[in-house]
């Protein structure tokens, strides 16, 4: 079985600019979440959204949005980019059976921010 | 709001010997709590999880974690490493709801041969 899949794996973008990021949860997982990861911390929690719909939204700026597609995948946003945004994005999903709390993690996409 | 903490940024230990990662919680209620690893370019991979019932828990690599409820501790163990287990640990607690998992700032494992 696949696991949670993530692209792109890296990326180099300029301040400014605007990024998306894109994950495919494991088949069958109906939840889908975003981490940030700076260097040398552990994730911190941007987004989780079920079914379609945003769950629950972690103490980032309004700059950072994302949305849930029909088929569950999921993109993740950056808008006017910041060299602090440069990070570990990583993407986790949780099953279908109503549970948000066994999360599986895709390999992250790396954003460099310049 | 929930917190975790772990108090070794790095734990050297020698392969074949045995290994204790700590993990401490703050949260009002009962947590649920969580250990992962990450392998250099890797995501995190699950090792364990405890929701409720037995406060020992076995993992996967032949890891287990102990739940102490009096010391808002989750320890992680396991009797004898490998160099294969080097890599960053994380230990997380679910608050409940819809919000995603706080993780601690990890512990660097290194393997001395």
């Known amino acids: 079985d696949a696991g949670v899949t993530q692209s792109p794996t890296h990326l180099i973008k300029t301040r400014g600019q605007q990024v998306t990021l894109r994950c495919s949860p494991i088949?069958?997982?109906?939840?889908v979440s975003w981490y940030q990861q700076v260097l040398g911390q552990g994730p911190q929690f941007i987004f989780q959204?079920?079914?379609?719909?945003?769950?629950g939204r972690g103490n980032f700026p309004d700059r950072f949005s994302a949305r849930q597609f029909p088929n569950y995948s999921s993109e993740l946003n950056v808008n006017a980019l910041l060299l602090g945004d440069s990070a570990l994005y990583l993407c986790?999903?949780?099953?279908?059976?109503?549970?948000?709390?066994?999360?599986?993690f895709g390999p992250g996409t790396r954003l460099t921010v310049t | 709001a929930q917190s975790v903490t772990q108090p070794d940024i790095h734990i050297t230990v020698s392969e074949g010997a045995s290994l204790e990662l700590r993990c401490n919680y703050s949260?009002?209620?009962?947590?649920?709590l969580f250990w992962y690893v990450q392998s250099p370019g890797q995501g995190l991979q699950l090792l364990l999880k405890?929701?409720?019932?037995?406060?020992l828990v076995q993992g996967i690599k032949g890891f287990e974690a102990e739940f102490k409820r009096s010391q808002s501790s989750f320890n992680l163990r396991k009797p004898s490493v490998h160099w294969s287990d080097a890599a960053e640990y994380f230990c997380?607690?679910?608050?409940?709801?819809?919000?995603?998992?706080?993780f601690g700032k990890g512990t660097h494992l290194i393997i001395q041969p």
């Open positions: 405890y929701f409720s019932g037995d406060t």
């Open positions: 959204y079920y079914e379609k719909e945003e769950r």
């Open positions: 949260y009002g209620a009962t947590p649920y």
């Open positions: 088949s069958g997982h109906k939840s």
């Open positions: 997380a607690v679910l608050g409940g709801g819809a919000d995603g998992l706080t």
């Open positions: 986790a999903s949780s099953s279908n059976r109503g549970t948000f709390y066994e999360q599986y």
